[in-house]
Nanobody, 126 residues
């Protein structure tokens, strides 16, 4: 497997929850990082959350802090994004991305990620 593969998107009402999964490639060398980005129609791709594979250090966008939780299961090479208290503004295609050698100050910038999944649609109805 070369590209990460996302799953778990769907339609949910405001205030509901979803859990996204990212089946990662298993590349774990260096500052291996997996992140979630999202892109809504007509908007730029936006950082959501990231996790360092080795240290489990996590970083969140201010817009999701306290509502979303990123975690990893190294036995399954899978990263999860638990999304609670969803809002219509969370509606977007969510992408999983992998990168290595990314320093913390650059972790929110999508240009540093080398491998991307196809995305999974999340729709939050009002």
């Amino acid at each position: 497997q070369v590209q990460p593969v996302e799953s778990g998107g769907g339609l949910v009402q405001t205030g509901g929850s979803l859990r996204l999964s990212c089946a990662a490639s298993g590349r774990t060398a260096g500052h291996y990082t997996i992140a979630w980005f999202r892109q809504a129609p007509g908007k730029e791709r936006e950082f959501v959350a990231a996790i360092r594979w080795s240290s489990r250090t996590t970083v969140y966008a201010d817009s999701v802090k306290g509502r979303f939780t990123i975690s990893r299961d190294n036995t399954r090479n899978t990263v999860y994004l638990q999304m609670n208290s969803l809002k219509p503004d969370d509606t977007a295609i969510y992408y999983c991305a992998e990168g290595t050698g990314i320093i913390l100050s650059s972790i929110r910038d999508h240009v540093h990620y080398d491998y991307w999944g196809q995305g999974t649609q999340v729709t939050v109805s009002s």
